[in-house]
Each structure stands twice: as C-alpha cells, then as structure tokens.
C-alpha cells in the first residue's frame, strides 16, 4: 500500500496570504489528523475528521481550517498567515482512530515558511 | 498529557545499545505504551508497541515492568541511521488526538 502522501512538500508565503495543503491518506484510512510541528512548541495537535467530520479540533485560532472529502483525502486551509505559522505541518490517517492501540501513519509533512 | 523520556538527549556510538526510558504513573488499564520515531524534516513513525511483559521486533525491544509505571525503549547495536527523536505515547484511542512531548533526541557517532 502507498503510504500517506501530502502536497506541496514545500511552500513560501508571505504575511496576510492563505494556504491549503492537501493530504491523501493511506487506501482504507478514514480519519486523517493534522499536526503542526515548530521548534518551540513541538508536536501540537490541530483537528482530525472522520467520515467527512471534524471529530476533534485542537487549540489553535479560527484561521486555521480543515475538511475532508468523500474518497477520505483531506485539506487544511490557513488563512491570513502570519510568521509564526511558519512550521512542518504533518497529516496522520489511521482506520478509524478507534481502539488505542491503532497506529496512526504519518505523512513526510508540508514545510511551510512565511515571510 | 505529555510522557517525558529520559534522558533528553544523548549520543551513543554506532554498534551499542541504547535504552531509553519513558515514566507513566497514571498509566489507565487500556493504555497501550506506544514509541515514535521522528527523523529530521519527516512525520514520526510507528517503531513498537506493547502492553505488559516484553515486546521485540525487527527494530526494538520494549520492556514493560509489571506495574507498568514505566517503559523502556531498547534499540540494540544502534547504527547511524537511528539518528532521531524518540517519542513515548500512551495513546488514549476513541478518537482522542496523541499528545507528543519533547521526546528523546538520539545521535548516533560513527
């Protein structure tokens, strides 16, 4: 199977654009999370969607946004960038996001820079 | 909320084993003790997974005292491929995200 896929790999913005970043989870996979990674605050948690639901949505501001379509891909939108949104942004599917002991597969990640 | 691994950072030479701890005192009785294995500049990968006793696999070794306060990672003969940041989860499923901490970042010398 392929693994989780997430374009584009690399991305330059500057302050005030938005950006959407897209993920494909792996065949089968129905929740896909989001994951933005700094240097500063780690591995923090965004939103996950299941089924075409937010399930679940971390603290971040309204700016950032998600969505997922029927064939279980996924896009997050961050509008009006600012430079702290600098970061790797990772995307995770597993089946359902059911038991605790289901692996969550991660993508190689968006490195989005902002100017 | 967060696990800390022991130590924060550390350097081993290529063909030792390093063993990595991870302290989960609140552990609940469905968690699983789950490691991560984060590269530089890629998404964190499943490395093993265990509930009590000893778990090993192609890559690691996890064991699991009885009280299951605590874990240890244990990659033996590490070569410099094993370079990376290690992470301890007890992933709380039912949706629930994971929480990562700061993990452990490995450095393997030739």
């Known amino acids: 199977k392929a693994g989780v896929t997430q374009t584009p790999r690399y991305l330059i913005k500057t302050r005030g654009q938005q950006v959407t970043l897209s993920c494909s989870p792996i065949s089968g996979h129905r929740s896909v999370s989001w994951y933005q990674q700094t240097p500063g605050q780690g591995l923090q948690f965004l939103f996950e969607?299941?089924?075409?639901?937010?399930?679940n949505k971390g603290n971040f501001p309204g700016r950032f946004s998600g969505r997922q379509f029927s064939n279980s891909r996924s896009e997050m939108n961050v509008s009006t960038l600012e430079l702290g949104d600098s970061a790797l942004y990772l995307c995770?599917?597993?089946?359902?996001?059911?038991?605790?002991?289901?692996?969550?597969?991660f993508g190689p990640g968006t490195r989005l820079l902002v100017l | 909320l967060a696990k800390t691994t022991k130590p924060i950072s550390m350097d081993s030479y290529e063909g030792q084993e390093v063993n990595i701890t991870c302290s989960h005192n609140n552990i609940a009785t469905n968690d699983y003790i789950t490691w991560y294995q984060q590269f530089p500049s890629q998404g964190p990968r499943f490395i093993i997974q265990g509930y009590k006793t000893k778990v090993t696999n192609e890559v690691a070794s996890l064991f699991i005292p009885a009280d299951r306060k605590s874990s240890t990672l244990s990659l033996p003969r590490v070569s410099l491929s094993d370079t990376a940041v290690y992470y301890c989860l007890l992933p709380r499923g039912g949706n629930t995200p994971l929480v990562f901490g700061k993990g452990t970042r490995l450095s393997v010398i030739a």
């Open positions: 995770a599917s597993s089946y359902q996001n059911g038991p605790p002991q289901e692996t969550q597969y």
């Open positions: 969607y299941f089924s075409e639901t937010q399930r």
